[in-house]
């Protein structure tokens, strides 16, 4: 079967990671929601699990057991395996990332990349330090110098950055959790949007079980969490991988 994921190979260098702050515009009560966001899981830096991975395009559906390593903000070293089979491993060290078939699909590849977009590879429009942001249990967020609350909206939280058309919404539940994150266009249409689901606890920790992701083309990518276990020693030799 050729997967959906990793079918094109990463050629340039990603952006900065990102580093959000809160500029003059922003009101007082839409920083209180925004720092509850942040707060969120904040304590996790590191995780280990399995779980599932499910790609939907269409009507071409690919389902891949997940096991991976991940430490904030940019350290991840994912498998996908079907069948008990591993079918491709992607590894960031936080400079280098490199990605191996498993199957012959293609060759062993590395980039010097700290951020890269791994739209060409998940069919999903997040960058790798998002990625990794999901699976330490927390909620993604992009650079932005202003953010607002509307009255008819009070859980919800728009933020927007200075020269940039894109528009970012949080909603939060009446225990202040998000529950769902998405990166609207100026016209307010879906570039991507999160969901968190089945919320269970972990060390005092509370993690969504499910995540299910959905960009404007109507492309689906749902990850089940639920062995993810927070804050576990990694050792920094996991996330390298020989590349070629």
């Known amino acids: 079967m050729t997967i ?3 079918a094109v190979i990463l050629t340039g260098p990603g952006c900065a990671l990102f580093g959000p702050q809160f500029g003059k515009q922003t009101a007082p009560y839409a920083e209180d929601i925004i720092n509850r966001v942040r707060a969120f899981n ?3 830096t590191t995780s280990k699990g399995t779980g599932e991975l499910t790609l939907t395009q269409g009507f071409r559906t690919e389902t891949y ?7 904030s903000p940019n350290r991840l070293r994912m498998t996908l395996l079907m069948l008990g089979h591993p079918v491709e491993t992607i590894a960031s060290t936080g400079q280098w990332v490199t990605f191996i078939s498993h199957t012959g699909a293609h060759k062993p590849h590395s980039a010097v990349s ?8 998940i069919n999903i429009p997040l960058r790798l330090s998002e990625l990794v942001s999901l699976l330490l249990g927390k909620v993604p967020e992009r650079p932005f110098d202003k953010a607002w ?6 859980d ?13 919404e949080w909603v939060t539940n009446k ?3 998000t529950t769902r994150y998405r990166v609207l266009d100026k016209n307010m249409n879906v570039i991507f949007g999160i969901w968190y689901s089945q919320f269970f606890k972990r060390d005092n920790f509370i993690l969504p079980g499910m995540i299910t992701i959905k960009d404007g083309d109507q492309r689906v990518m749902v990850i089940s969490l ?19």
């Open 42 to 44: 904040a304590q996790i």
């Open 65 to 71: 057991k997940i096991a991976w390593a991940a430490q």
């Open 149 to 154: 609350v509307l009255p008819e909206k009070p």
């Open 114 to 121: 700290e951020n890269p977009n791994l739209d060409p590879y």
């Open 156 to 168: 919800t939280i728009f933020a927007s950055q200075s020269f940039s058309s894109k528009i970012q």
């Open 4 to 6: 959906l994921l990793f």
């Open 175 to 177: 225990n202040g959790i």
């Open 226 to 244: 639920n062995n993810l276990i927070p804050n576990i020693p990694v050792k920094e030799s996991v996330f390298r991988l020989t590349g070629s």
